[in-house]
């Protein structure tokens, strides 16, 4: 198993944001993680990371075997993690020839060049790669570029965590044909959204809930129950999770 999340949970400030959640993503896998907004999705995302100095008050994170629960982010980039699209890429004054080098030169393998990746999430090497990461270029634009940096790289695991906005800078084909790639590669993807058409590109997905993982099952499945039962519902309490686990059989 490539990653393996076992009973985290995560308190900030009064809140538990994660609740004793568990997940597990196999190597090579495409793996979507669904909620709606507010439960907790891009918390985990950061957590898996180590962003802001993110660490779990009780569990264990394990990439490929390795326990990574306090590792740094350097490290756990070293091993193959990467994250992208929550954050915006933030190195003014790099050309995009220079910071999708940096992420070249971190990459697992060498058998690719930086302008095929830029080409991959249908940007043009001849327009972008001397351009400057500023102000001028667009927020669409800046995601496209960070998205050609995550293929450069190479990761073991690739999480792409949607933002609140969606993202419409991409199309789904876009999206899906990034993925692909990165799995042809031998990367595994956890795609985390709040939309059904994101959610169904995986080969399996996990639906969440109050900061915990409700059930995993086939994505059509999972989605199904989300629609009917999640965009309405105020999460008073936590649902039954042997019931939906049963429903989603």
Known sequence: MLLKVEQVTLTLGDNKVL?????QVPEGDIHSLLGVNGVG??????????????????????????????????????????????SPVAFDGLTVRDYLSLS???????????????????LSPDRYMDRLLDEHLSGGERRRIELAAVVAMRPRLAILDEPDSGIDFLSLDEIAGVIRYL????AAVLLITHREEMALMASQSSLMCAGTILATGEPHAVTAYFRQHCDDC????????????????
Do not use: C, F, Y
């Open 41 to 86: 999705k891009s918390t985990l995302a950061g957590l898996l990371m180590g962003l802001n100095g993110l660490r779990p008050d009780a569990g264990q994170i394990l990439l490929d075997g390795a326990d990574i629960t306090h590792s740094p982010v350097t490290e756990r980039a070293r091993r193959g993690l990467t994250l992208a699209w929550q």
């Open 234 to 249: 105020k999460r008073p309490n936590l649902p039954d999770l042997a019931r939906i686990a049963h429903e989603l059989r």
């Open 104 to 122: 070249h030169r971190n990459a697992r393998t060498d058998d690719h060049n930086v302008e095929e990746d830029l080409r991959r999430v249908g």
């Open 183 to 186: 799995s042809t590669q031998g």
């Open 19 to 23: 609740d004793r959640l568990s997940l």
